[in-house]
């Protein structure tokens, strides 16, 4: 009876442990995984992102400190303005050859496809982002430019064939030939371009 009433402090423990294993591993909600179009870790595994050395930061502001006034206008060099300028005038270039090849009746479908597609790629790039999030906290480090390649250009194609059903594909022919003639122009006036895709 005596080793009965000391092994009641052990069996006490023992129980309080398995009480507490039992709330916290099998009564405990298991959080859902986020739906996603994509299988993310197949693309993932793929695309050389990985946890990062350093976590990401986010500086707050301390209210105790006054906020500096901000101008009302940023200071701009003459460069950058340039580049602005020279960026604007190939897009409307490039928005007067599209005008030009589907037509008027037309014009309108396509801008509003080319934003639809912008949105889209946006959408897909902030799901991507926060998965990674996700998975590897505040941890992570990837290059955009190869994470996002795959489904941007499954967005575009989608886009492209939408575009070649509404247009036909003697105009689409056209476009292509014209869209891949302004790219190739300005890859030979500068070396930073943006390309067009759609």
């Known amino acids: 009876m005596e080793k009965f009433k000391k092994s009641i402090p052990y069996l006490l423990i023992v129980l309080l442990v398995v009480w507490f294993s039992y709330k916290f591993f099998i009564e405990r909600p298991i959080p859902k995984e986020p739906s996603m179009k994509l299988d993310w870790d197949q693309l993932d595994a793929t695309s050389g992102s990985k946890a990062g050395p350093e976590p990401v930061t986010i ?19 003459k460069a950058d303005e340039d580049q602005f300028a020279e960026y604007d005038a190939m897009e409307k ?19 509003e496809m080319r934003d639809n597609n912008e949105k889209e790629k946006m959408v897909a790039y902030k799901e991507y982002h926060d998965y990674l999030r ?21 967005i575009n194609q989608k886009y492209l064939k939408m575009l070649m059903e509404k ?8 476009y292509i030939k014209a869209r891949d003639m302004i790219n ?10 943006v390309q067009i895709e759609f």
């Not at 500086?59 to 060099?77: D, F, G, M, Y």
């Not at 247009?167 to 056209?174: L, P, S």
């Open 167 to 174: 247009i036909g594909t003697e105009k689409f022919q056209a």
């Open 59 to 77: 500086k707050k502001e301390n209210p105790l400190v006054k906020a500096q006034k901000t101008r009302e206008h940023s200071e701009i060099s």
């Open 184 to 193: 190739e122009e300005n890859r030979r006036k500068k070396k930073l371009f």
């Open 134 to 154: 996700k998975k590897y906290g505040d941890k992570f480090s990837y290059n955009i430019s190869e994470d996002q390649s795959v489904r941007e250009k499954e």
């Open 93 to 111: 270039k490039w928005l007067g050859n599209v005008k030009s090849i589907v037509g008027d009746a037309f014009y309108p479908s396509y801008i």
